[in-house]
């Protein structure tokens, strides 16, 4: 095969990836999108202040509801972290967000087994227990109190925003409140509470675009370029249990230098399952999207470089252990492995269920579309556009905000508010699109979670 043709046939490999997943990725984001426009994310902040049973199963209910990022749900996280709740609450919060999903695990039974899609919620299910576990005995008191004072009194000092006066808190509490004492079956018969849940959709995907791209692009060309000989020489094989500890270690890893998140690595998964990779170090591969190095960065940002060193350790051998967990207990119960596919998608269109159903998402896509283009914007602004990244930022909750040239702006995250400081070009209508309730990509994150902070660091 010359270069041209490798090439081709590793796009060729991606498109038809993503045409096998794409009814179930409109139909993941349009049900999370309508999930954070309708549940309240002040009843997290309440709901998450300390680490009992009780307080983590209500932590993984409120990620499993929420967008499937993994950038946003850090963000979020810091944000419910920074605001009283428990540590290790928030950090389960960020395994059920990312690993317990809808859109996740129907993009996983379609391009390798329905095995895989059931064994991310059973591994992410004993990953959040050894958590609750492990979290409490291994990151001292002390320094997350430190962290949690640090990261409150950046925000007394008004780093959010170099434009205001130190103390002053641009979050407006009451407004929230008053906006979510609605009941709930009014605003699901309100136009504007639709236009909101398709606005958080268009957030979820425009966050996620980048990270959906890379994935099946790479995806694609490890299926189709590299050899099975190169996988078996990097997956130890045919040793029993001892290639399986190697392979579940050795997947996070590879998720680590892979810099793709969520949903996006997903396509990567199935191209390491077809090269070699055993059962559980596919498993230990996709909880590895909270670990990746962007995100490290983020957590060092917020935590400070000693609890991301251990969240790094503790996060490394949970899923991996996780992993192994279950491809044994697979084996105990008698559930089948997939077998290994020989090409990943049928590389053609076909007249079959898939067709229909994709024909069926993009007519739903343009209706969401519709709405999100034809949103109800009378009355009180509620959103803003963020000018880096594109999403919308509930006004009353934006985690940061700068003023440039006479106008406020607001950012779903301080990564975001950063990026724009370093940018001169001109300024951006900080007012375009607003009330557009793709709330920033940090909070698109969780359910509509109008309270907590919002969070963000894409």
């Given at each position: 095969m010359n270069f041209f043709g490798g090439v081709w046939h590793g796009l060729d490999e991606a498109f038809f990836m993503f045409w096998e997943t794409l009814w179930a990725l409109v139909l993941g984001f349009a049900l999370s999108g309508a999930v954070q426009a309708f549940v309240s994310r002040t009843e997290m902040q309440q709901a998450l202040g300390d680490h009992s049973p009780r307080t983590l199963g209500k932590s993984s209910f409120f990620g499993m509801?929420?967008?499937?990022?993994?950038?946003?749900?850090?963000?979020?996280?810091?944000?419910?972290?920074?605001?009283?709740?428990?540590?290790?609450?928030?950090?389960?919060?960020?395994?059920?967000?990312?690993?317990?999903?809808?859109?996740?695990?129907?993009?996983?039974?379609?391009?390798?087994?329905?095995?895989?899609?059931?064994?991310?919620?059973?591994?992410?299910?004993?990953m959040i227990i050894l958590l609750?576990?492990?979290?409490?005995?291994?990151?001292?008191?002390?320094?997350?109190?430190?962290?949690?004072?640090?990261?409150?009194?950046?925000?007394?000092?008004?780093?959010?925003?170099?434009?205001?006066?130190p103390g002053h808190e641009h979050?407006?509490?009451?407004?929230?409140?008053?906006?979510?004492?609605?009941?709930?079956?009014?605003?699901?018969?309100?136009?504007?509470?639709?236009?909101?849940?398709?606005?958080?959709?268009?957030?979820?995907?425009?966050?996620?675009r980048k990270e959906l791209l890379i994935g099946f692009v790479v995806a694609g060309f490890l299926a189709a370029l590299v050899p099975t000989w190169f996988w078996q020489s990097i997956f130890l094989t045919g040793h029993g249990f001892a290639s399986s500890l190697e392979n579940v270690i050795i997947g996070p890893f590879l998720a680590i230098i892979s810099f793709v998140c969520s949903v996006g690595n997903v396509p990567l998964a199935a191209a390491l399952w077809q090269g070699g990779i055993s059962f559980g170090g596919v498993v230990s591969f996709v909880f590895a999207d909270l670990i990746t190095l962007p995100l490290l960065s983020i957590y060092r940002k917020y935590y400070g470089t000693a609890i991301t060193l251990r969240i790094l350790g503790v996060f490394w051998v949970v899923m991996s252990t996780a992993g192994l967990a279950v491809e044994y207990l697979f084996k105990a119960i008698r559930i089948p492995v997939p077998a290994r596919p020989t090409m990943i998608v049928h590389t053609g269109?076909?007249?079959?269920?898939?067709?229909?159903?994709?024909?069926?998402?993009?007519?739903?896509?343009?209706?969401?579309?519709?709405?999100?283009?034809?949103?109800?914007t009378s009355g009180p602004q509620q959103y803003a556009k963020d000018p880096t990244c594109g999403m919308q930022v509930e006004i009353a909750h934006a985690p940061a905000t700068r003023t440039r040239d006479g106008q406020k702006f607001y950012f779903c995250s301080d990564h975001c508010a950063h990026r724009f400081d370093a940018d001169t070009s001109p300024t951006p209508d900080a007012q375009s699109d607003i009330s557009c309730p793709a709330d920033d990509v940090a909070s698109t994150t969780t359910t509509r979670q109008r309270g907590a902070d919002h969070h963000g660091s894409h």
């Open positions: 509801i929420s967008s499937s990022c993994s950038y946003a749900s850090s963000a979020l996280a810091k944000s419910l972290f920074s605001r009283g709740a428990d540590f290790t609450a928030a950090l389960v919060f960020m395994v059920a967000s990312t690993n317990l999903v809808v859109e996740l695990g129907i993009v996983l039974w379609l391009l390798i087994g329905w095995q895989f899609a059931l064994a991310e919620f059973v591994g992410g299910a004993i609750g576990l492990v979290v409490p005995r291994v990151i001292p008191t002390a320094w997350i109190e430190r962290a949690r004072d640090n990261l409150n009194r950046d925000d007394a000092h008004g780093q959010a925003d170099p434009g205001q006066h979050h407006t509490d009451g407004e929230a409140t008053e906006l979510e004492s609605e009941p709930l079956t009014r605003r699901l018969r309100s136009r504007r509470g639709w236009g909101d849940a398709s606005g958080y959709t268009i957030s979820d995907l425009s966050m996620l269109f076909q007249w079959n269920y898939t067709t229909v159903l994709n024909i069926l998402a993009l007519a739903g896509f343009a209706v969401i579309y519709w709405l999100y283009r034809h949103r109800d």
